[in-house]
């Protein structure tokens, strides 16, 4: 098995800061994922990488910047945080990115925006 | 475009209860289908999935058949427990790299 760990945990930003969430996977997948979840809301997809330095817009990507440097990691940046993005970012992966296959998330990191 | 749809924002009900959650789609041809759990603090978990008309996923007593003349997906339990509580999600993949989720079901379970 594997396990995607997501850092911090939690994240507390002021208005107007740009904030860096990382996300590591071991499963050697190919595409990992950003979503954002709001309180008591479904997933909406941010971007998504299908493999290493590639990077592709999902319907959220307004006001997030992504990157994918290595295979293993997928990192996503709040350009400017408001506070009608305090959310749940969730990073996720699969073995190669068709929609039919399985996603395996991790535990998530919880955004405040001061 | 593609779309499924929870009907069920919310379910309460007391252990030992049977369990539905409804989950209709909107697509062309045959998506997969997949049932995800979520709870509190942590990420989605993947419970089973289906892609062929009427096969059966199942996993952990939660089963749910794809009904391609109904556009249906409903997940059932026989006999739920205390420790079902969670947010269950109904989500629709195909050979896009985006799946569709649905809206969620939050499932409460009443001492």
């Known amino acids: 098995g594997g396990i995607i760990t997501q850092t911090p945990k939690f994240l507390i930003g002021q208005e107007g800061q740009k904030l860096t969430l990382k996300c590591q996977q071991n499963?050697?997948?190919?595409?990992m994922y950003w979503y954002r979840q709001d309180s008591g809301k479904g997933l909406r997809l941010i971007y998504y990488?299908?493999?290493?330095?590639?990077?592709q817009k999902g319907d959220l990507s307004e006001g997030y910047d992504a990157s994918r440097e290595k295979k293993s990691s997928f990192s996503l940046t709040v350009t400017s945080a408001q506070k009608n993005e305090m959310a749940v970012f969730l990073c996720?992966?699969?073995?190669?990115?068709?929609?039919?296959?399985?996603?395996?998330f991790g535990s998530g990191t919880r955004l405040t925006v001061l | 475009g593609d779309s499924v749809t929870q009907t069920e924002g919310q379910v309460a009900l007391s252990e030992e209860d049977f369990l539905t959650i409804h989950c209709n789609y909107s697509a062309s041809g045959y998506p997969a289908l997949f049932w995800y759990v979520q709870y509190p603090g942590e990420g989605p978990q993947f419970l089973f999935r289906?892609?062929?008309d009427k096969e059966k996923g199942s996993s952990r007593g939660f089963e749910a058949t794809y009904d391609k003349g109904t556009t249906s997906f409903h997940l059932r339990k026989a006999s739920v427990q205390e420790s079902d509580s969670a947010v269950y999600y109904c989500?629709?993949?195909?050979?896009?790299?985006?799946?569709?989720w649905g809206s969620g079901t939050k499932l409460i379970i009443k001492p």
């Open positions: 990488s299908i493999t290493e330095n590639d990077l």
């Open positions: 996720a992966s699969s073995i190669s990115g068709v929609g039919t296959e399985t996603l395996y």
């Open positions: 289906a892609s062929r």
């Open positions: 499963f050697n997948h190919d595409t």
């Open positions: 989500a629709l993949g195909d050979s896009n790299y985006q799946l569709i």
